[in-house]
């Protein structure tokens, strides 16, 4: 068992919302950037969100962006992820994922040291 686990998962309908926490246990998440990857069936993993150690940037992928909300609280030592308006496409295991450097987001994409299990979003048409 990794120092990330990520909770929240489940079955909605095309246009609903989920939320996914990701919390550590002995691992301050305020150290890292930290995100959230998804994996389809059949697909590679993908990189669906970034945000910097202190919260004040973020990134998205395209396929999300303006319907996905990525945040953090490190007092909490939580990471979330608001998913808005779902797809089908959106269908994936959902990993968190942290990256010991740098502390911000690179526009090439995270490289990330840790990985959660991950949680499984599907989504219905």
């Known amino acids: 068992q990794g120092p990330l686990v990520e909770s929240g998962g489940g079955s909605v309908q095309a246009g609903g919302s989920l939320r996914l926490s990701c919390t550590a246990s002995g691992f301050t998440l305020g150290y890292y950037a930290m995100g959230w990857f998804r994996q389809a069936p059949g697909k590679e993993r993908e990189e669906v969100s970034c945000i910097s150690s202190s919260g004040s940037s973020t990134n998205y992928a395209g396929s999300v962006k303006g319907r996905f909300t990525i945040s953090r609280d490190n007092a909490e030592n939580t990471l979330y992820l608001q998913m808005n308006n779902l797809k089908p496409e959106d269908t994936a295991v959902y990993f968190c994922?942290?990256?010991?450097?740098?502390?911000?987001?690179?526009?090439?994409?995270?490289?990330?040291?840790?990985w959660g299990k991950g949680t499984q979003v599907t989504v219905s048409s």
């Open positions: 994922a942290a990256t010991a450097l740098p502390t911000t987001c690179p526009v090439e994409g995270m490289l990330p040291n840790w």
